[in-house]
């Protein structure tokens, strides 16, 4: 796992959700997906001892597709929204239950129209640059679970996937990876990142299965 420059360099907390969402260690958490228990949704996040610490509830509502995160009291801390009829894929992430732009976070997309990795651009409220300049980038491999996500344009690591299980997430899942988050990072932003990007990936496999089944049909056709 590659080593991260941000546990020594951020000695202070940096926050999109809430200060609370950050300590000044290391955290390793399990994320599980398509899990065994309707109670907590889909998508759970866990500490290293089975803690629920956030919650994932998806809905689609017309053509869009919403996920909310709840922490482990199920309070709605991010609304997160897909925007449709736009080149990229994007998201864009909401205070609490919101989708009104007064409350709005940041937007994330990918950066380009076609990606064989992945490869997706953070934009946080307060940027200004007209997406010139991006706040975060998430890079590498989702279906081998070796995403990183980097402080702006550096090589700097606030965040890591890695394909690791423990016996517990496999009592919780049937999907279960780590994400390694290093200190002072937002840990409820770096969920809605990882969120969004498993609905992006999640979109992009259901076109190539509907491509690859027309094409099926039509070579049966002839």
């Avoid at 909401?94 to 997309?109: M, R, V």
């Avoid at 394909?163 to 009592?171: A, G, Q, V, W």
């Amino acid at each position: 796992m590659v080593e991260s420059s941000y546990a020594t360099m951020a000695n202070y907390p940096i926050y999109v959700i809430g200060s609370q969402y950050c300590t000044p260690n290391q955290v390793d958490v399990v994320i599980s997906r398509k899990v065994k228990t309707l109670r907590y949704g889909e998508f759970v996040v866990s500490d290293m001892n089975g803690n629920f610490m956030f919650k994932v509830k998806g809905t689609t509502f017309g053509w869009h597709d919403k996920r909310v995160i709840l922490d482990a009291a199920d309070n709605p801390l991010i609304t997160l929204k897909q925007k449709i009829l736009t080149e990229h894929s994007r998201w864009n992430a909401f205070k609490g239950e919101s989708t009104d732009n007064k409350d709005f976070l940041f937007t994330i997309k990918t950066t380009s129209i076609f990606q064989w990795k992945t490869k997706l651009a953070v934009f946080l409220a307060n940027n200004n640059s007209k997406e010139k300049n991006y706040d975060y980038l998430i890079k590498g491999s989702w279906s081998d679970r070796s995403c990183a996500i980097y402080a702006g344009d550096s090589s700097t690591i606030v965040a890591q996937m890695h394909k690791k299980i423990t016996d517990k997430s496999l009592l919780i899942g049937k999907d279960n990876f780590m994400v390694t988050m290093y200190p002072n990072i937002d840990q409820a932003f770096i969920v809605s990142l990882i969120v969004i990007l498993d609905a992006i990936n999640e979109a992009d496999a259901a076109v190539i299965g509907a491509a690859a089944d027309v094409g099926a049909a039509i070579g049966v056709g002839f």
